[in-house]
Each structure stands twice: as C-alpha cells, then as structure tokens.
DNA sequence: TGGATGATGGCCT
DNA sequence: GGCCATCATCCAA
C-alpha cells in the first residue's frame, strides 16, 4: 500500500518576504511537480539567495535583465528555471515586482513518486538522486517547460511540509568568480541531511 | 556572427 | 584535485 500525500501549496503570501527569510523558510517545505507520468516530491533540504542587482553573483546583478533573468523582475513565486552546461535548475523568483531576486534549490530528499524519479535518473545510491540542483530537476521532470509559470498549482508547486530547527548557513557553492559576492553566508541547509549536495 | 562563458555532474587519476 | 561534455545565452565587433 503505497503512503498517500494530500499537498497543499503554500498560497502566494508565503513568498512575500525578504529573500534570505525566504530562502531559509523554504527549508523543509515540500517541491511537488506532476506530469503525465504522474507525480513526484522531495522535502527541500538545501537553498542558495541570489539578491539580484546588488550580488554579483546574481544573473540579474547590474540590472542585467535579459530574456533568461526577465521572470526574476515579476512577482514572487515565479519559476525561473535555466539550463547549465547539460543541466537544468529551478529558482524560486523573491523580492516585489521589479526587484529581480530569487532562491535556488540545491537540494531536496526524496518522498513520494521515488520509481518515478529512479526512472528519470538511475543511480545506484539513493543519496545520489537528488543531492544537487541539476539532479533534483531531472528526477523531478523539471524542465524549460516551467519557466515562468507560478509555485501556487500543479503542475509545479510548493507545499507545506515540516518544521525544521537546525538549519545552518554558510558560503554558496560554485560562484567563485563573482568577487566579494562569494563569500555572502546566503546557502542555507539542514544539518546533517545526506541529501545536501556537499 | 562567433567566441567566451557558466549557480553542474560524472568520470578520471 | 582535474578534465570536459554540451548548449543557451550574452556581448563584442
């Protein structure tokens, strides 16, 4: 008997806070995406804020708005999902309208739809399915199709999960070229969780 | 129009 | 630790 989930998605308020609460509150929180094969989650375990004009890290730092970065200048609870190198990986657009802001999910552990998951990406560890943001997306079925769309429904929402208490914070991974920006303390994750990406 | 550039992951030594 | 697949995007020219 397979354990049966009722999500329910975080209405649109959730997501009008400032991006570092933002991005530690979605700690814990359950991603949810449904597609014809049907559906899959995984509990958020790892976050990265990226503030937007001011963080060089950011894709929108500089009022760099471009076609990829224009969803990050709309209302919070966006999807901004881009492709790197062969990978694809999901934000959640923060800060108001016209403030191009968001949250990148590093990592989730899986929940519910686990076959469904393993059959997008075979892997031999369990802890090696969803420990990384371009692999979450895979197993997820996340892909450019979810661009721009909202958190608030299926096919791609957000619920509400657990509370979680020991969230630490440190340095973001992978941005070394952005200067000062590299050293922000903006990745947030929970202590002790293999499916944190490292 | 073309070269440089990645918010990665997998495989190698 | 290092190498690189592979491609959308960006920007200089």
Redesign the pocket.
Known sequence: MKKHFNFIPLSETFYEQPTLDLAKQLIGQILVKVTDEGMSSGIIVET?A?LGEEDQ????FQK?R????EVMYNSPGHV?V??????H?V?VVSGEKENPQ?V?IRAVEPLSGIDLMIKR?P?EKMT?LTS?????TKALGITMEDYGRTFFKPPLFIAKGIKINNVLEGK????D??GEARHYPYRFWINDNPYV?R
């Not at 471009?66 to 970065?69: F, I, L, P």
Request: aromatic share 8%.
């Open positions: 990265e990226y890290a950011a894709h929108s760099r471009t076609k990829r970065t901004y881009y492709q790197m190198h062969t990978h990986l934000n968001a990148l990406r892997v090696n990384g943001p371009g692999k979450l973001r991974i992978g941005i070229n952005s990406s």
